[in-house]
């Protein structure tokens, strides 16, 4: 049995300094050596354009190409299960179902006689979305971009993945690609990927916002050129998966260590926490993990996500959630008695499960939600993907005579007080002719 090295807290014995230390990122301890190499390869992309995609694919991906576009014959050549395209379709279905109701919508009123205010909605015209395939492919983030941005309305559709070594693009994500109707795939990943949409190639044409989850270097690319003045938008930072569960002594610890475990094993620098108020629920939880463990096909890499991860006992199940409102998971599970009556005490996490029948993984697959999600703590203040995430809100206002009149003085007077004179001036000379 593979021995589970996680580090064991008492939340009640803690200084304020230590339990900061105990919700810190694993992710940020590597930032300073990824942004440096993330910022040379965007400049290398941004200045070299396709010829830095080919070269950084073969340096990071071992793939030599020759095209970058995914051809109609590659998407021909993709094959795929049966069983496999049912469960692409049947989890779609769900997806788009969960996703139209929340289509946001247009609304107008008259905010005074003669005074309509609108707000309407556009789809966003050329949008960049990213799929990551280093450690494994995730057609399922296919999906979960793709749907949104074809119920928000968007025309241009890009999507970017990283290319297998044989220089293929994997099937199942090209069979989620067609499912969306996405025909506009490139085989680029990581740093370069990001980049190669936010400033155009001669093969990638360049987007207004970009989406998608990914590994460090994926969400360092992000952040540094939606800074760049030229730069496009961008969702959120989607970056290594994150869990933390709340568990009482009513939780079954098998199902707890199967939840720890399926986030652990997207990667080195995943984090997963669990945090109750019984120290025995906690020796029962390491005992089975270490037992699933065994089997696990990436338990070398669960191994490592679960040595920089935390069991912390709290006094009480209330002091469990200020731990998780603090940390901010993108992943929070409620393996609690009763946890729907515990969601008012849910301030800040990407999606919530509750209950001992709703793991992690139906979100990430098929319950219907979406599973690109703030990570990094960016859920203080940041929500998951949805369709509004494509579109932007336009504001539409008119005005007749008697509307200005209504209003007018309203306005020159703060104009006024503000000292900007020719503001007040353009409602007055309407005002004062005849
Ligand atoms: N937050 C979310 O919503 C969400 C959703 C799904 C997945 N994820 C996360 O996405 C991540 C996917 O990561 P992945 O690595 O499997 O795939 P990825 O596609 O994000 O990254 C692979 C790319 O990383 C680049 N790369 C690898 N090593 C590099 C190095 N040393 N220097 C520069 N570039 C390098 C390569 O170009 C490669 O193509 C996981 O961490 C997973 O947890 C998050
Ligand atoms: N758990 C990931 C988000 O952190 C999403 C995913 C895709 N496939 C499996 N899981
Ligand atoms: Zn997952």
Redesign the pocket.
Known sequence: MTAVQWTRLDWASMSAAARGEALRRPAQVASASVRA?VEA?VEQVRVVGDAALFA?TER??GARLESLAVTQAEFDAAEVSANVRNAIDDAATRIETFHRAGVPQPYALDTAPGVRCERMLRPIRRVGLYA?????P?PS?VLMLGIPARLAGCPDIVLCT?PRADGSADPLVLAAAKRCGITRVFKV????AIAGMAFGTASIPRCDKLFG???A??TEAKRLVSMAGDGPAIDMP????EVLVIADASADPRFVAADLLSQAE??A??QVILVSDDTGFIDSVATALEAQLASLPRRAIAAAALAQSRAIRVPTLADAFDVSNDYAP?HLILSVEAPRAWLPRVHAAGSVFLGGFAPEAIGDYCSGTN???P?GGAARAISGLSVASFQVAISVQSANRAGLAAIGATATTLARAEGLEAHARAIDVRLECA
């Open positions: 190499s390869i950084l990071f991906d990551p395939a280093g450690s494994a995730l983030t990283p990943g990581g740093a370069q989850p990914g590994n270097f994926v989607a970056g290594p998966s997207h990667g620098d995943s993108e599973h690109v999600l990570t």
